[in-house]
């Protein structure tokens, strides 16, 4: 939705920014809307957009008009329709996406040769410098327009940022080596860069740096190509979020069931659910019985029996018997619209760091061009001619051009990325790192996360004279013949206890209660105890106390008789993963405080902490529970990591600092985290933050290294002492230090025990 009103508030817009290539460009908008009156701008670096709180009647237009002032571009979104608009819009692909990659693929194409012609002597052909101006100017001028735009805009704002170095550096390097091939000597037939390390001061004439500015240009575009595909992927978990519903509902009118597309159901409609079948909307069960798998939304692991009177919600399973539904919410009033609302709110709202270049650049970019303008009236008042004094003001722009500084995070985000994946730990982009640095919280959903998120067979009491296996096998083929979800748990459980099970015969279902029929001639109850009270059975003492203990812990319990006696309980849980407990002393050692949060029962999510060494829990909590412990923590100057699988996490995922979906979870939960760990193993999180730490230690050595490099050259030009081959030597010797310190990133080792 683009807009909603507050009582008493005023009307909240969205409006969807484009040109913005760092940070403070975000932080620029967001000043310019705030200085309006009436107006309250939040606008978010990584999901391109601006929410804007404005007063009743305000005019969207004026909004864009600033924004446009300020050099960018704002624009309404575009209202959902459907689920055919939603597909179509996830198909078209960014403009600005595909500008970049051509830009990018053009750039690369034209700029290898030119470097390789600069740098190796023998590869200097007669007339190889008009060769690589041909080759040069088309990378310079049309591949860091960008750039070039970027600093424009920049610069009518009274701002520096790295796209000013970038553009003044490119700028100048392509400038100069056109007066020196037009007015100097360095068109001349045959001229060469030979290897000379003498530092002698030069009119500059007949130096070329072609190489320079089409190599800066290459190479940041590389890292800006890379940035912009990870962050246009904010937006799928929205359209995951929405794909998740039922597409068809089998509509029932005056007795006759009609298949209609899920938009055209209304509220009020009744419709049908087959077992198997999703929920089409939310709902009452008009009826028929079943049970419900709402692990999605509420995250209890138990399915959730329904009958008539009864409200059930779209997107979640029907796991047993036929019911008809009377639909009470469509469309945009559901929870699941909701739940995605609460994840594009999260999302927005999310503050993002300001990339650490481009708070360098804001200090190191006006200090390098009052350099310049000292070298030039330095030379100049000396008495020097005017192409020695520009020689050194244009050869200390060119020397601050930061060629180490495109490779510094796009090479360490590479390799470290890399590795991860080698580990099955997905790092969606370079934004992400700096919050796992000032992480001190992790909290934890339980179910799929900390537990394998499946019903299990935990254990079997026996009446006196009943053994263990018999009661396996005569409950587990009963159970067998049931779709419910808790009976194919005893079903499985009983199969790799004692193999193959015998067939049951009149299997009936009894509804609410359990299941009845005959296996190898007994005649077999499996379900509640007022069940087996109807057979006149009743549990011994001892087996109705373990049947109490275990209730008590949370856990799932059905009794069992046969031929006029009660023969035992079966009890069916949740379990903790084997590598859980692990985990949670590793987050402890790296400095994290673990809080597991859970949809689950108090007694159930106490008992799972104990079991893997957790101290917080914070239980019984619905999606929007959930998103509101996360900013409760947050506000309470922790800085959260939050980890979790399923749709009912998508929204905590996108509000925490940091996201870590499980990769066997829901999509949904997927795209709205920060980091993907592959494996459902609960140390692959552990990994996640340490990789993630050293990948960003590393990319801050890179750009310090990049930075010096420029810092301690830059003197060096500006006392015009700087020739062609020395200035590629620094870059080329500063690019290859930040390779190879990114390259370390693969010895990373995991702490799992394999």
Known sequence: MSTSTSPGVGTGIELEIGGMTCASC??????????????????????????VTVPEGYDPAQLIAEVEKTGYTAVMPAPRRGKDDGAAAAGDEDPELI??????????????????????????????QWASLALA????????????????????????????????????????????????????????????????????????????????????????????????????ALRALLELGAKEVSLLRSGVETKIPVEELQAGDEFIVRPGEKIATDGVVVSGTSAVDASMLTGESVPVEVAEG??????????????????????????????????????????????????????FVPVVIVIAVIALGGWLGAGFPVTAAFTAAVAVLVIACPCALGLATPTALLV????????????????????????????LDKTGTVTTGKMTLVDAVVEPGTGRAELLRLAGALEDASEHPIAQAIARGATQEVGALPAAEDFTN????????????????????????????????????????????GKTVVAVGWD??????LVVADTVKPTSAEAIAQFKAIGLTPVLLTGDNEAVARQIAAEVGIDEVIAEVLPQDKVDVVRRLQGDGKVVAMIGDGVNDAPALAQADLGLAMGTGADVAIEASDITLVRGDLRSAVDAIRLSRRTLGTIKTNLFWAFAYNVAAVPVAALGMLNPMLAGAAMALSSVFVVGNSLRLRGFKSTAKQ
């Open 310 to 363: 009864d409200t059930v919600t779209g997107a979640t399973t029907n796991a047993g018997g036929r019911l008809v539904v009377r639909a009470t919410r469509v469309g945009s009033d559901t929870q699941l619209a909701q739940m995605a609302k609460l994840v594009e709110d999260a999302q927005t709202g999310k503050a993002e760091v300001q990339r650490l270049a481009d708070r360098i650049s804001g200090v």
């Open 510 to 553: 009894v509804e609410g209660k359990g299941v009845q029929g005959v296996v190898d001639g007994h005649a077999v109850v499996v379900g509640r105890e007022s069940l087996l009270a109807e057979w006149s059975l009743k549990l011994s003492p001892e087996v109705a106390a373990a049947k109490a203990q275990a209730e008590g812990e």
């Open 26 to 51: 975000a932080m620029r908008i967001e000043k310019k809307l705030n200085k309006l009156d009436g107006v309250t701008a939040t606008v978010n670096y990584a999901t391109e957009k601006a929410k």
């Open 99 to 128: 500008s970049l990659r051509h830009r990018l693929i053009g750039s690369v194409v034209l700029t290898v040769p030119v470097i390789a012609m600069a740098m190796i002597p023998a590869l200097q052909f007669t007339y190889w």
């Open 564 to 569: 006029g006696q009660a023969r035992g309980i």
């Open 137 to 236: 100017a088309p990378v310079i001028v049309w591949g860091a327009w960008p750039f070039h735009k970027a600093a424009w805009a920049n610069l009518k704002q009274g701002a520096a940022t790295m796209d000013t170095l970038i553009s003044m550096g490119t700028s100048a390097a392509f400038l100069w080596s056109l007066y020196a091939l037009f007015f100097g000597t360095a068109g001349t037939p045959g001229m060469t860069h030979p290897f000379e390390f003498a530092l002698a001061p030069s009119d500059g004439a007949a130096n070329i740096y072609l190489e320079v500015g089409a190599g800066v240009t290459m190479f940041i575009l590389a890292g800006r190509y890379f940035e912009k595909r990870s962050k246009k992927q904010a937006g799928a």
């Open 416 to 443: 470290g990325t890399g590795r991860g994946a080698q580990m099955g730990v997905l790092i969606k982009g370079p934004e992400i790192l700096e919050s796992t640095r000032r992480v001190d919280t992790v909290v």
